[in-house]
Each structure stands twice: as structure tokens, then as C-alpha cells.
């Protein structure tokens, strides 16, 4: 599936690493997601709050329905993520440059998630 397309089809996204500092991309990706009309859960073990929006601990956390897992983190904190979506039976997990490698990708597919590897903000200026 594209990146275009699950902006398209989905609603629900859990922004992990998300952040106050409107300087880094875990605020504006949240920021962006927004804009855009989803529903955004940040997700961050330092926040209680990231754009006016409740911040969550972790995925298990967040009692509705999430459809794709952004990472904005460093790929050495991704796997307590990666089991929390594989119990939460998430399907996607939208890789951001720089938060994966060629290893963390096959460990992502072995799980049976779908890795999608592109920027939040450049495919997000395709939808109107």
C-alpha cells in the first residue's frame, strides 16, 4: 500500500515520540496529522498533553481504534512499540527517515505489519 493511500483510507494514527517542541518532527507530524482531519493520539512518556491533545504512555493505553503507528523515535526504543502493536492486532507502521534500518524493517514484517517507509509531511502536502 502507498503512503498516499493510507492517508486516504485511514483515520486513526498514533504518533509515537511526539513532542512540544514545535521545532521537531514529532510536533509537527501531529500537527500535520490534524490539519488534515485525523484523529491523532501522540504518544510520549514526557508529555501529558502535545498539540492540545491527550498524551498517551504507550499504545495499549489508547482505548480506541488505531490505524497506523507513525514513528518519530529512534529505532533502538521501537520494539516495545512493535509488540504493542502486534497485540493491538495494528496493521501499519509509518517509518519516518532516520528512525529505521534494513533490520528493523524484516523484524516489522515477520510480526505480519506492514512497514511504510516515507515522510508524514511531504506525502501529506498531496491531500487537500
Known amino acids: 500500500?502507498?503512503?498516499?493511500?493510507?492517508?486516504r483510507d485511514f483515520k486513526n494514527f498514533a504518533v509515537l515520540g511526539a513532542t512540544t517542541?514545535?521545532?521537531?518532527?514529532?510536533?509537527?507530524?501531529?500537527?500535520?496529522?490534524?490539519e488534515i482531519g485525523k484523529t491523532v493520539y501522540p504518544v510520549s512518556p514526557k508529555?501529558?498533553?502535545v498539540y492540545g491533545l491527550k498524551a498517551?504512555?504507550?499504545?495499549?493505553?489508547?482505548?480506541?481504534?488505531?490505524?497506523?503507528?507513525?514513528?518519530?523515535?529512534?529505532?533502538?526504543?521501537?520494539?516495545?512499540?512493535?509488540a504493542e502493536m502486534r497485540e493491538l492486532g495494528i496493521g501499519f507502521a509509518w517509518m519516518q527517515p532516520g528512525t529505521y534500518d534494513d533490520i528493523l524493517i524484516k523484524d516489522i514484517q515477520s510480526l505480519g505489519i506492514t512497514p511504510i517507509e516515507d515522510c508524514v509531511l511531504i506525502v501529506s502536502k498531496e491531500i487537500a
Not at 498517551?56 to 512493535?82: C, G, H, M, W
Open 47 to 49: 508529555y501529558d498533553e
Open 21 to 34: 517542541d514545535t521545532k521537531k518532527y514529532g510536533y509537527k507530524i501531529v500537527q500535520r496529522l490534524c
Open 1 to 7: 500500500m502507498k503512503s498516499i493511500d493510507i492517508l
Open 56 to 82: 498517551y504512555r504507550d499504545l495499549l493505553e489508547i482505548e480506541r481504534p488505531i490505524d497506523v503507528v507513525v514513528f518519530v523515535i529512534n529505532k533502538k526504543f521501537a520494539s516495545q512499540y512493535i
